[in-house]
Structure formats: C-alpha cells, structure tokens
C-alpha cells in the first residue's frame, strides 16, 4: 500500500445522562503516514501451483463422513472442478462434458440424490472456523437472487430480485456468511419460498419440484434466524457479532432473537425508524371507576412522540462527527463520518429497549448517509463499531465471487433439493478458493480469489485440444438437438390434427 491512514477515537465517558444527543468523544484525530511500501511479491512456484489439484481432492476427502457412499464423493468432487473450472456456463450439462463425464448422472447427484445437506454444512462449518475464525468474527445473513425463465423452478414468482434492482421472475435465497480479519466465506444458504406458492393451487407443483410436505411460509428474517441459530448449536464457528441489512434490522423479532443467542447485533435501518433520545416516561392510567380496569403502559407525556432517526442528524453538531477508516479498499482507504448516540428505540409508539444508534455518513457523497442499530454493550469501543460497518460489505463481495468464479447463479435445476445441493457444493468450491489463498499467502500474500482460481484452472484436467472428444461433444449436442425437434414436432403436428378436426366440424 502506497500510505496507511490511522484513525485514533478516543473513547467518550458514556451514559444515558451524559450521552443525550450524539454521543460525543471528547477527543478525536486523524493521523495520515506518508510511507512508501514495496510492491506484493507473487513467489508461488510451478511446483505450488501443481500442488492445487492434489489439494481439492484432499479437500474433497474431508467429507467423507457425510457421504454414504464413495461414488458421491467422486461426484463431489466432479462437481467442485466444474465449479472452479473455465466452462462459460457452469450448468451440469457443461460441467459434465468438459470432464468426459456423463451428463444423466451428475444431474442425478445434484438434483435428485437424496443426500442429506446438514452432515456436510457441519464439516463445512467447521473448516471455515478452523480457516477464518476468531472469537470475535462476524456471522453475515443477507438474500441474493437470481431471474429465472418460467415459472417450473421451486420458490420461482414475481418479487424483488436485487441482482436487476427491481421486481423480476426470480428465486431468492438467504444465506449465512462469515467474516473475520482473516477472510470471508459462505456457509449455506435456504431457498426462499414466496407465501403463494403455500396455497392449494399450488400443490402439485410443490410436489413435482420436491418441496417437503411439512415446509411452512416463513419470512426471510425468521429464515435468516433459523440459520443463525443452526450455526449455533453446530458449535464450530466462533463469533460475537451479526451484521444484516435493514429487511432484517427493521424486524424487532429479529434482532430479538440474535440477543437472545448472547450475540451483538448491528444491523442497518430505514431512515424512518423511530426512536427517543431520552427514555419518556410511561404509566398505566388509572382507573375511572366505568369499564374495565387499564392494563396496557401509555406515555405520561403524549407530546413526546418518537423522532425518525434521519432527523437526528441535522441536530449533530460538525465537532460530534467522528472521521473514521472503515476499511482498505482497492482504490485506498474508505473514509466516513460517524457518530455514536444511546438512544430507546420505539416500539407500537413504546420506550423499548436502549440501544446504540450509529450514523454513518459518505464523505464522497454527504447524502448518502446509513444508519445502524447495535445491542452492544455500552461500554463497547466507538473503533468497534467502525470496524463491524466494514464487515458488512463482505457479504456482497462473496456473493459477487460465488457468482462470478464458481457459477453461483449458473444452475438450471428446478427441484428444492437440486437448489439447495447446487448452493452448498458453491459454498464449498469458494471455501476451497479462500483455503489456498491462505495457505500460499506467504508466497503471495495479494492473491486474490480470482487469481487463485486461474491459476488452479492450469492444472485442472482440460479437454479442450481433445479433437475425438470434441467430435463426441458435437455429436451430443446434435442427439439433443434431434431428440427436442421430434418432441417438439409431434406437439405441433397434435396441435395440428386437434385444429384440422374443429374445422370439420
């Protein structure tokens, strides 16, 4: 790196009383260091670079346990070079032809063979711990999605799809990721099932697409929670924190339900969530003597309504703001304003509980400001809450690189189980990427998840100068081809008959 910038925030002597507005420190600097550091140095060898091939089968190996049968490993691992290999579309039927493999049965493994997922996203699990983990990691729930043609897939309706920006025919899952200092990667992920799919005219498709009987519509906060709490009890991956976007920080029930693990939660919001920044006082009315007694807690004061937290900020005064390196990124530091406020958060127009607030605002572009609430204890370091806002984005690069290097979105399986086996297999072909990126980072301590991935392509098996295999691949694109066109003739020409014989009549 040409400069490192180091950001000092002292931290401020916090309270409920003290802290009524924005949390101020009372001291605050941004030291910049000028230094010129040498270019990274890749010095991994031929040698090394053989040595990937060998290491994805030892890494294959290593799920054994969960396997029943040693032909699914060897699929397994069919399927992960397919992932990690050079094929444009790494669909089954690509990823099978480029390995001499047949098309049926890997299609087979992935999309009908009922192995179970849970035994292999343990050991999976715990690999991620034993390469990332730190006790005091990130545990990352976010959606992705992918448009789909049709409506045959599992899970497949009209919704959101962030990776167009808009409503689309899509699928959608919810994923589970982790991030630490170390590195980031995805554990597993959930299809997301849109609540019409649950009703009785939809029945047959869910049988067809083999969506379990005893699956009930659950949202995509109590999806992310379930996963959550799954990562728990496999008790291998060490972490304090969740970070989540605001579908999931402006669900209370949510972030309920990660305190109540014993975990910090630092979650975005909407720019309308309500808070006090004084806790107001409650009462129950007393009773009038006519109907039934008062139960229910209301405002001793009802003036003192809740403020949208967007309006905290024009109340901030400019020396509360503190100016903080939230991470490195490619093009240098990424520079924001912070300030951190104890505020109580309102609930059905309720004081809740008092949380933390943290406002962060773009330098490049002071109108794009976010905001977060934390259950942190109040004695956490202000330099924390930096340091998890910059966890946050690992999330999207992962989805980026699961998309981009291991066909992520690349799948063409429309049952729930081919949808879930897909996600898992590319959960751990990109683990695998991470593996010997740290493994070689002595080597090449700038190899990226890309580079890695070229560079294990080299040794991959390739059949691509194979010019009887490539006769064979043509000659099974045209038994395809041929196989289609008579299908599709004979619906025509019963179209046909069906119209000739109306006429008739």
Known sequence: MPREIVIETNRAKTSSQAQKLTGKTETQSCRIQNETCPAPECNLSTKDVKLFLSESKKYMKLFKPAF????????????????????TRKNVEQMALGQKEKVRSLQYFVGQSQWETEPVI???????????????????IDESSAVKQGTA???????????????????????????????????????????????????????????????????????????????????????????????????????????????NYFTAVKESALIWCTPPKVHVPA?????????????????????PVK????????????????????????????????????????????????????????????????NAPISTPLNEFVRISGMRWPIETIFEESKGEVGMDHYEMRSWIGWHHHMLLVSLAHHFLVRLRIQFQEQAPALTIYQVRILLCSVLPSFASDIQFTLERVRYYQKCNFAAYLSHRKRKLAQLATFSSNLAL
């Open 287 to 307: 009773w009038s003597g006519h109907g039934r007694r008062p139960t229910r807690l209301r405002l001793s004061d009802a003036r003192k309504h809740p403020i």
């Open 122 to 140: 343990a050991i999976h699990q715990g690999l991620i711990g034993k390469t990332l983990g730190e006790e005091d990691g990130v545990a990352l």
């Open 153 to 263: 897939s599992a899970g497949v309706a009209a919704q959101y799809c962030g990776s167009v920006g808009k409503v689309a025919n899509g699928q959608v899952g919810v994923y589970l990721g982790y991030a630490s200092r170390k590195g980031y990667s995805l554990i597993e992920g959930r299809l997301f099932m849109p609540d019409q799919w649950f009703e009785e005219e939809h029945a047959e498709q869910r049988q067809v697409c083999g969506v379990p009987e005893e699956l009930v519509f659950k949202t995509k906060p109590e999806i992310g929670l379930e996963l959550l709490e799954n990562a728990l009890k496999r008790d291998t991956l060490p972490f304090s924190w969740l970070a989540a976007d605001a579908l999931y920080g402006d669900s209370p029930a949510f972030r309920d339900g990660v305190a109540a693990m014993g975990k």
């Open 68 to 87: 029943a049968r040693v032909e699914q490993i060897k699929k397994g691992l069919t399927y992960l070079h397919g992932l990690l290999g050079n094929a």
């Open 311 to 374: 309006e905290l900020v024009k109340k901030i005064q400019k020396q509360d703001w503190v100016q903080a390196v939230v991470k490195e990124g490619s093009k240098g530091p990424i520079v924001c304003d912070f300030a951190f406020l104890r505020v109580t958060e309102s609930r059905a127009c309720l004081p809740a509980a008092e949380l933390w607030l943290i406002i962060r605002r773009n330098l490049d572009d002071p109108s794009e400001i976010k905001y977060f609430f934390s």
